[in-house]
């Protein structure tokens, strides 16, 4: 193959694996859900795997063509979030059914990624066009998926790492943590965006990325 059909092989594979990981990230948080009892998801037709219904202008689109077009080390975005009544899921199953729903889709990336990782050897050697474009696939796959995973679990409003820190202090009774984390809810975005375009704080947080990928490789 010819470098351009490699980079055009790239670029599709890449989209794919990032939707694939998106999409099914969202997915997740609302089937969970729907095991809780709470069929808010489903019943607005968001437990869909058409990729129409979950695309976000900037998540889905900006923030992925911004990290590809300036040559970023990964890509990683995120889905339009699935809704999600959690009084619901709180009152059929506690806090523990709340924090269940807000990793769900941490835990779906990281089961994605060590799937990926498990099937890379056996097309490591490509013999077709088709063979390499699913090779590159599955590579991008595991990395995407990693870094969402990672992404994820910071605990920055409105990532699931928040989300699931705060249904933890409200299940042990922590109260004025819970109402300090709170405070810092409405300036979640403005902080997320700041570390992403700290390189010092970014690398330090996505540093468990190498780590995760060196165990799983």
Known sequence: MSQQEIDILKIIASILALAVAIIGHEIMHGWVAYKYGDNTAKSQGRLSINPIVHIDPVGTILIPAILYF????FLFGWAKPVPINIATVI???????AIAVSLAGITYNLILAIFFATILPLFEQPESMF????????AQSIMINVVLAVFNLWPIPPLDGSQALLYLTQKFKWYKFAELYEKVYPYGMIILFGILFIPQLSNILFAPVSWILDLIL
């Open 70 to 73: 300036t040559h970023a080390p």
């Open 91 to 97: 009152r059929n199953g506690g806090y523990g059914a």
């Open 131 to 138: 063979g390499g474009f699913f090779m590159i696939f599955i």
